[in-house]
């Protein structure tokens, strides 16, 4: 997608010089001249105030796909440490890059990172485009934007992965329309055609009652963004040393349009991240009442597990919404999962049912929960759930 600048409107004004990372632009008499490190990431583009800067889009089935080799997995990181999401699209992207024959590589941005190079290569990645910067120290879509459409314009790969938590889903958006990409949305699946080695996406579709398959055959890259716990983290590489890329930008704080003043934690007890849980007891309609989800609580705390709720339950306003299992909620893969009192919605099933052991307890014997259950406990749940908590205190 090559950038061209209009001189006749350039005023000379240095806004783009100020926003390019990657020293791609010079200002010379007044006006506005493309250099050699112009990777066309088009960040000048969004900082130009005078329409002196225009983004040539390639239409579709013009792009050769030919120039566009390996995975990518664009990096999560939190509290120093990177995404479990990341490490479970790492295995995954370790599968499609063998399928291909091709590379695995790790897109890591931060302000200080390097300190996780070392998980990140024993998670499989071969190749690491390592950028630090104090303006990538918190996440924002701007200044990340501008980094990776750059390095995609760069080096060409072919299929990119993201998770898709609140992050990835903005990022992801932004980074397409910015590349003339095709992007799939929550991804469950995810599989190479070797025939035509195109990257076959699967997604829930129509309120999740059908799974779609999604392909991409004209525009590149491939991306997709895939829900946490869909996929499993691997085994580790044994003495891993992933290649170290350095690219070289060159970021300007006064060119990014937002500042984070600051940061709130949800600091309630029952504020736990669902994805990390190993156990996880979840309450439906079937609690009746919002007050019964003590019931729920008391026996999560009894087996040091995490919370969770149906989307009825929360659409009650029963319980907040970062409870929520199920397609529009998180998708969850504990070691554990007890649902007491759901029925088994397919949108629910969608977010719980690759969890190692399931457990339900409904009054219904015909309930879809019991299609999925590893257990099944046909039964009134305000007496078993109390009669599961006592055994668990007394057996501790």
């Known amino acids: 997608m090559p950038i061209r600048i209009v001189t006749d409107n350039c005023t000379g004004c240095a806004l783009c010089l100020r926003a390019c990372p990657y020293e791609g632009v010079v200002v010379e008499d007044k006006k506005a001249r493309l250099t050699d490190q112009c990777v066309h990431c088009a960040a000048c583009v969004q900082a130009c105030k005078f329409d002196a800067i225009v983004l040539d889009v390639v239409c579709k089935g013009r792009t050769d796909l030919g120039d566009y080799r390996g995975v990518w997995v664009v990096a999560e990181a939190h509290d120093g440490r990177l995404a479990t999401v ?30 996780l190079v070392a998980d990140a290569g024993a998670a499989g990645a071969e190749r690491i485009l390592l950028v630090e910067d104090p303006v990538l120290a918190q996440y924002r879509t701007g200044p990340y934007t501008d980094v990776i459409s750059g390095l995609i314009n760069a080096h060409k790969p072919s299929v990119i992965l993201m998770g898709a938590t609140p992050q990835g889903r903005d990022l992801a958006s932004r980074i397409a329309a910015r590349v003339g990409a095709g992007l799939t949305a929550d ?12 990257l076959l996406q699967t997604r829930p579709a129509y309120g999740g009652n059908v799974m779609a398959t999604i ?38 704080e006064r060119a990014v349009l937002t500042r984070i003043l600051e940061v709130i934690r949800q600091d309630e007890p029952q504020a736990v991240n669902l994805q990390e849980a190993d156990i996880i007891v979840s309450g439906g ?93 046909v039964g009134d749940l305000f007496e078993v759930v109390p009669a599961l908590t006592k055994a668990v205190r007394e057996s501790l």
Request: with cysteine.
């Open 86 to 115: 990341t490490l479970e699209l790492l295995s995954e992207g370790r599968k499609l890059a063998a399928q291909l024959g091709e590379d695995l590589s790790l897109v890591l941005l931060g302000g200080d990172v390097s300190g």
């Open 187 to 198: 991804c469950t699946g995810l599989e190479i055609c070797p025939e035509e080695r195109l």
């Open 215 to 252: 392909v991409c055959r004209e525009a590149r890259p491939q991306m997709a963004t895939v829900r946490p716990k869909v996929m499993r983290v691997g085994e580790p590489v044994a003495d891993a040393k992933p290649e170290i890329v350095r690219p070289p930008v060159n970021l300007d």
């Open 285 to 377: 309609r079937g609690l009746r009442s919002p007050e019964n989800f003590a019931l729920v609580r008391e026996l999560a705390h009894a087996l040091g597990g995490a919370v969770g709720a149906s989307r009825a339950t929360v659409d009650a306003g029963w319980i907040p919404a970062y409870h929520q299992v199920g397609q529009t909620g998180k998708t969850v893969q504990p070691k554990l999962y007890i649902a007491c009192g759901i029925s088994g919605a397919v949108q629910h099933l969608a977010g719980m049912s690759s969890s190692d052991v399931i457990v339900a307890i409904n009054s219904d014997p015909s309930a879809p929960i019991f299609d999925v259950a590893t257990f099944g406990i």
